[in-house]
């Protein structure tokens, strides 16, 4: 399993440091859902590279993911594990320490913030998306985290990209 709880602080804290990577711990499971993410952004974006068509569609990924989520856990629920994925993705984005919570629905402040490029926001956003997925993973296990996702992008080959839990 590839859960929080398999690193101790020091190692947490080691992985952390190494730099502005998107998501927090930066293993071969964060980059798998980060990838994941980025193909999702893609698939939203139409082939549209901009930074601002970026924020957008990953704006239109997180709102996805919201609605769903909140039929499960409930509007609070999700905003729960967004701000804890929020606070996850601050160490490599300075700027998210000054940022609004993300009961903004889905961060939309972001697009307006003063002094932010939104190429900066829609990296940020994507590396909270995939610490969402690391930490629906760890909270409800790899198939159903699978699952949700099947369901939202149908067309999109999640499996592909990160494959079930082996027991």
């Known amino acids: 399993m590839h859960g929080f709880s398999e690193y101790t602080s020091e190692e947490y804290t080691a992985v952390k440091r190494k730099g502005p990577n998107l998501t927090a711990q930066v ?9 994941l993410i980025r193909q999702l952004v893609d698939r939203e974006a139409a082939g549209d590279c901009s930074p601002a068509a970026r924020f957008n569609a990953a704006q239109r990924v997180c709102l996805k993911l919201h609605r769903r ?19 996850l993705t601050k160490g490599g984005f300075p700027f998210l320490a ?3 919570a993300p009961q903004a629905r889905c961060f939309k402040d972001w ?5 932010i490029r939104l190429g900066e926001a829609a ?3 994507i ?3 995939a610490n969402l997925l690391m930490l629906l993973d760890a909270l409800i296990g790899r198939n159903l985290t699978l699952r949700l996702l099947n369901e939202l992008w149908p067309e999109v080959s999640v499996g592909a990209t990160l494959k079930p839990k082996r027991k």
């Open 111 to 115: 697009r307006d913030a003063p002094g």
């Open 69 to 87: 989520l909140a039929q499960l856990v409930g509007e609070a629920g999700v905003d729960t594990l967004l701000d804890r994925a929020l606070n």
């Open 127 to 129: 590396a909270v998306l």
């Open 27 to 35: 293993t071969p499971l964060s980059r798998s859902f980060e990838d």
């Open 98 to 100: 000054q940022m609004g």
């Open 123 to 125: 990296d940020a956003l």
